[in-house]
T-cell receptor
């Protein structure tokens, strides 16, 4: 069974631009969560999607948004990029929100210059 | 509020035993996780505790005391490949958002195993 895939793996953007990251969960998994990982803040929860609906949201500004499609694939978007948005963005999938096993993808390394 | 504390760094010798502690404060506790993350890689699931006590899985064991807001990860017979960051995470049940969970991570403990 294929694991969680994220595209692109690496991305360089300039301040003020916007970016869209993609995550394909494990086949059969319907819940997708997004996390931001930085050396200073560690892993921080962004949001969780299930059945195309955002079920939970972390403490991030409105510039961070996401969506989920009917095939459970998810995208997250960051608008008006800031230098502080440079981070590893990780996506994790699970069968559903009650499932305790989450499987992480390899992440997208975003660098904002 | 929500807070998870774990030591920043630890060192240990190959073949030894190491215990990584984690203390937490959350409003709606619904389980505690340990993840391993090698540099440049994604976190991988190690263990899950929701009831008090010890869960053993091979060389790794995890303990939970809900009344004390405390957990530890025990690694036995350390190997060089165990050098990694170990992340403690608590599943926080948010009753104000339909009862869904979110994972709150500690900053991680960087473990260095030396010969």
């Amino acid at each position: 069974k294929a694991g969680v895939t994220q595209t692109p793996r690496y991305l360089i953007k300039t301040r003020g631009q916007q970016v869209t990251l993609s995550c394909s969960p494990i086949s059969g998994h319907r819940s997708v969560s997004w996390y931001q990982q930085t050396p200073g803040q560690g892993l921080q929860f962004l949001f969780e999607y299930f059945s195309e609906t955002q079920r939970n949201k972390g403490n991030f500004p409105g510039r961070f948004s996401g969506r989920q499609f009917s095939n459970s694939r998810s995208e997250m978007n960051v608008s008006t990029l800031e230098l502080g948005d440079s981070a590893l963005y990780l996506c994790a999938s699970s069968l559903d929100p009650s499932s305790y096993e989450q499987y992480f993808g390899p992440g997208t390394r975003l660098t904002v210059t | 509020g929500q807070n998870i504390d774990q030591p920043t760094e630890m060192t240990a010798t190959e073949g030894a035993i190491v215990q990584i502690n984690c203390t937490y404060q959350t409003s709606g506790f619904n389980g505690l996780f340990w993840y391993q993350q090698h540099a440049g890689e994604a976190p991988t699931f190690l263990s899950y505790n929701v009831l008090d006590g010890l869960e053993e899985k091979g060389r790794f064991s995890s303990f939970l005391s809900r009344s004390k807001g405390y957990s530890y990860l025990l690694l036995k017979e350390l190997q060089m490949k165990d050098s990694a960051s170990y992340l403690c995470a608590v599943r926080d049940l948010n009753m104000f958002s339909g009862g869904y969970n979110k994972l709150i991570f500690g900053a991680g403990t960087r473990l260095a195993v030396h010969p």
